[in-house]
Every structure is written in C-alpha cells, then in structure tokens.
C-alpha cells in the first residue's frame, strides 16, 4: 500500500505542469527564448541605442551645445517645476484614496476605484481638450478666469492640471492590493494600545506600505515628465513659457537644422527611463529582502 501511495505521488509530480515544461525539447525552449530575446532587441533595446547613436550623431560638442540651449534649459527648469508640483499631490491624493479604498466598505467603493482607474481609460489628449472646455477663453469658466487676471489654459497651472490628471492612479493603483493585502490588525493593535490615528498611520501603516509608495511615486514622477498629449494641448507650446521637455523635443525633431539637438534632449528622457528602471528593480529586490525576513 505504502508502495502504492509512492507510487502516485511520483506520478503526479512528473506530470504536473512544471514538470511537463521542464521536459519540452530543447530546441523548444531555445526557440521561445530566442523569440523574446529579438522581441526585446528589437523593439525596446535597438531604439535605446538609436536615440544615443543619434544624439552624438554630430559630435560631443553638439550634444552639450544642445543640452545648455537656453530653451533647452527653459523646457528642463519646466518640466522639473510641474514634476515637483504634480508628483506630491499625487502621493497624497494617492495615499488617501488607497486608504479609503482599501480600509473601508461602503457604497459607491466599485465606483471610487472605476474613477481611480479613469485616467488609464481615457487618452490623455481627451483629457487636455476637457480642461480647455472648461478652463479655456471660451469655456464654461474661462472667461471669469480671463476677467479676474487667472490664466490657466497655455499657462503653468493648466500644465499642471493635465499632469495631474494623466499621473493620478500610479501611487493610488500601487497601495490599494498592499494595503488590502495587510489589512487592518496592525491598526487596530496600535489603537488598543493608546496611539492616536496619526501616530498609527506614521509608525504603522507607512512602514508597511513605504516600498510600494516609493515604486508608484518612481512612476508617478516618470510619466509626470515624459507625458506629452494632455500637455501638449493644455499648454500653447509657447517657447520658453509653456514648452516642457518632451514638447521642446517634437519642436526641435520638426525644425530644420536641429535633428540632432532633438535627440540630445531626448537622451535626457532615456536616461530617466533606464534610472527608473534601476530604482524599480532596486525596489523589488529590497521588497523581498523584508519580506522573506518577515517569513
């Protein structure tokens, strides 16, 4: 009988699903293998290298002469500005929400989350042409705007809005399943024990939650400065004024004479592409350390 039993266990590990893979031929599992790997090279890898191939394309000293252009400078100080407005907001709004969502049951919660997600949805050029419907000469508050001396559209704060908008779910879509996940034991423990909601959400929740906030604010600060559609429609592309880094890079690709120097700013966005990258990664792996500690 004991022989027996051996006998289906042996049987059913070779024939689990991990084993029928383990066992494909080799010529099977070099064929997939080489598949994504060309895939890889091809369309993630190759553009890489063609964006640094073309940025030095005329010459080191063309690269810097590009980057230290005024307007160059004017679209990076820019881009820092509306990163360093939108990114914070986001992660408390973002923060806030997951909490919400993810710490209490109530009606209209499928809703809250379909909202959350809105931005996903909807193209970012849609959403640029709602805050002109709404904040534009002839928009439904423009014109009030325009007469008190509030200017939104092709200024700052309608940059900031789109970008908002477009970057919203990154922190909030990375804290909800943790939060979910963790549930509400460690709060309730602190309360029992005397400590007040604020120093329950500092000494207990943001230690539990402080990696997935440092993933989706890695995000968040990303695509804050690389988003183009709702910028590009919000802002007027007026140079020097509203013209962000990727907006300074379609005006230079488009002019003649400056090919190279648009590919020099468009390193700048490579390169913070890889660095996201490395933190990402940096990130997980620091993420499963404390959690294998844990276990």
Known sequence: ?????????????????????????AWVRGLLMGGAILFLVLFLIL???VVFVQAFS???GVYFDSIKDPASWD????TLLIAAIAVPLNTIFGVAAAWCLAKYQFPGRSLLITLVDLPFAVSPVISGLVYVLIFGRQGWIGGWLMDHD?????AVPGIVLAT????????ARELIP???????DEEYAALTLGANGWQTFWRVTVPNIKWGLFYGVILCNARAMGEFGAVSVVSGHIRGQTNTLPLHIELLYQSPGTYAGAFACASLLTMLALVTMVLKNFIEWRHGRAQKKVA
């Open 178 to 184: 943790m939060m979910e996940a963790q549930g509400n």
């Open 75 to 78: 679209a990076i100080r820019l």
């Open 150 to 154: 509030y200017k939104v559209i092709f």
């Open 58 to 60: 005329q010459g080191v």
């Open 47 to 49: 553009p890489l290298v």
């Open 1 to 25: 009988m004991a022989g027996s039993t051996t006998t289906l266990a042996q049987r059913s590990r070779q024939s689990s699903p991990g084993r029928r893979a383990l066992a494909e031929p």
């Open 164 to 171: 908002v908008f477009v970057t919203f779910p990154f922190v």
